[in-house]
């Protein structure tokens, strides 16, 4: 069996503190498969971006993040940025594990570990918001700047519209902003939005039919912008959304596919890119096709178009 070499990056806060309650076990795990584990537990907020560029520039073969996806996210970050970049694998012990569930990633340790130790790549495309990384979704709107007021661990935009939803609190909060949107191959658009995604994966926040098209390996962005429109409209429409239906074909809804689009506004509207806050507009966002190796199942998923099939780890 080949060794290969690995760094674990692990947030000792995240979920029930499992990474680091388990963490002699998980190292005993991968180390009996043949990955050679040396770990990092983060301190803080932007630690596990830097460690995972640290251990890209010191030639680790695979880096493993351990946590949610806060620290998944963070390590995408720290990857993306890097022109050599070590397969990724997950360990999805946070609060929310949106992208390994989305993705066939066991939530059990000790499956995570396995599927680790059989080394099965597959490329996944990531977003680029101005100089962010992202790898589920990111967008503006008045809702995304309600995002950072609660203190809740659903912390996607979808994930606070069901907040909202279940509270009808802030709700007439909502409004309108004009935005100018310009689509690679799709057009431009200047009216006012509630609010628009930009979705990389179909999973978000558990609403896998809001871009029941959207896959990360297809090189393209599944991007939904919902116009300007009453409160009852929105209310009626956030109900589909929870009902776990689609609204892509609604009149009050666009919905096209690109690699690039601009978007841009007069007026201050915040970003949130992967349920984090990413700055504010003008913001372009582009799709970096297969720009990550991630370990997954053979059998996972099923879309798996365009960047051919996964294959094993190459050392
Ligand atoms: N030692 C630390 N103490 C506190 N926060 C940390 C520490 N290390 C990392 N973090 C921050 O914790 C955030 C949340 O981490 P993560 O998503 O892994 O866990 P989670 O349990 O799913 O998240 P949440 O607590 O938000 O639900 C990350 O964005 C990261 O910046």
Not at 92 to 115: M, Q, S, V, Y
Request: some cysteine; aromatic content about 6%.
């Amino acid at each position: 069996m080949d060794i290969i070499r690995a760094r674990l990056i692990y947030n000792p806060t995240s979920g029930r503190e499992e990474a680091k309650r388990k963490l002699g076990p998980i190292l005993q795990r991968l180390e009996r498969g043949g990955v050679e584990t040396s770990c990092h537990a983060t301190e803080g907020k932007g630690d596990a971006t830097q460690a995972a560029k640290e251990a890209a520039e010191r030639g680790f073969d695979m880096v493993i993040s351990a946590g949610g996806d806060g620290t998944l996210n963070e390590v995408v970050n720290g990857l993306s940025a890097c022109e050599t970049r070590p397969a990724l694998g997950i360990l999805p012990l946070g609060t929310t594990n949106d992208f390994a569930r989305a993705h066939g990633i066991p939530r059990k340790w000790e499956k995570a570990c396995d599927l680790i130790t059989r080394r099965y790549t597959k490329p996944v495309d990531v977003g680029q918001a101005n100089d962010r990384y992202f790898i589920n979704i990111a967008g503006g709107g008045s809702l995304t700047e309600l995002t950072y007021e609660v203190p809740s661990k659903l912390k996607t935009m979808v994930g606070q519209l069901a907040y909202y939803m279940k509270g009808l609190e802030k709700i007439t909060r909502l409004h309108p902003t004009r935005m100018h949107i310009r689509a690679e191959g799709y057009g431009e658009f200047d009216e006012e939005f509630m609010l628009f995604l930009i979705a990389n994966s179909n999973s978000v926040a558990g609403f896998d039919r809001l871009a029941p098209n959207a896959s990360t390996n297809d090189g393209v962005f599944d991007v939904l912008a919902l116009r300007k429109c009453s409160l009852a409209e929105f209310i009626r429409l956030a109900t589909i959304v929870l009902r776990g239906e689609e609204i892509t074909d609604d009149p009050h809804v666009i919905h096209f596919q690109t690699n690039r689009v601009e978007v841009n506004s007069d007026d201050r509207v915040q970003l949130n890119v992967d349920g984090e806050f990413g700055g504010t507009l003008p913001c372009t966002f582009n799709l970096l096709p297969a720009h990550l190796n991630i370990i997954m199942d053979e059998h996972g998923e099923s879309t798996y178009s365009k960047h051919g099939a996964g294959r094993a780890l190459q050392l």
